[in-house]
């Protein structure tokens, strides 16, 4: 087992980022992005001209990695087109959100740390024109 140095989120607000660890094996390599952490993990797809909300959170941090090409990320106000592999670091109240700008959707995993509550959405802007914060189901 060889482990090579730990890869960073990329982004603007990376300053609380958790350390991934990259782990070399014969077959290729794993990368652990948690460790006996409370998190919850969604593979999500956002389809071709859509987008998610502009929202922040009160109670997680998230860790997204691309998938896919086409995607379009926005932190903190800073908008850039992410590479596939490359790994976002989004800290609690943060602005964020992620839209499709390519021909096919494009899926990135969300890693949430913290007490994940879908109620903790706090939307600022929305194509949809849901409501500020969901409704508890």
Request: proline share 7%; glycine share 8%.
């Amino acid at each position: 087992m060889q482990q090579t140095a730990d890869a960073q989120p990329t982004g603007p607000t990376q300053p609380e980022a958790p350390s991934v660890l990259v782990d070399e094996r014969p077959w290729g390599r794993f990368e652990q992005l948690a460790l006996n952490e409370q998190v919850t993990v969604k593979i999500i797809t956002v389809e071709p001209g859509h987008r998610l909300s502009l929202q922040t959170h009160t109670s997680r941090d998230e860790s997204w990695k691309v998938l896919d090409e086409g995607l379009t990320v926005e932190i903190g106000g800073v908008a850039w087109a992410p590479q596939v592999g490359e790994q976002v670091w989004i800290p609690r109240g943060v602005t964020h959100r992620v839209g499709c700008t390519g021909s096919s959707a494009a899926r990135f995993v969300e890693v949430a740390y913290g007490e994940f509550d879908e109620c903790d959405i706090v939307r600022l802007e929305d194509d949809y024109a849901r409501p500020e914060t969901p409704d508890r189901a």
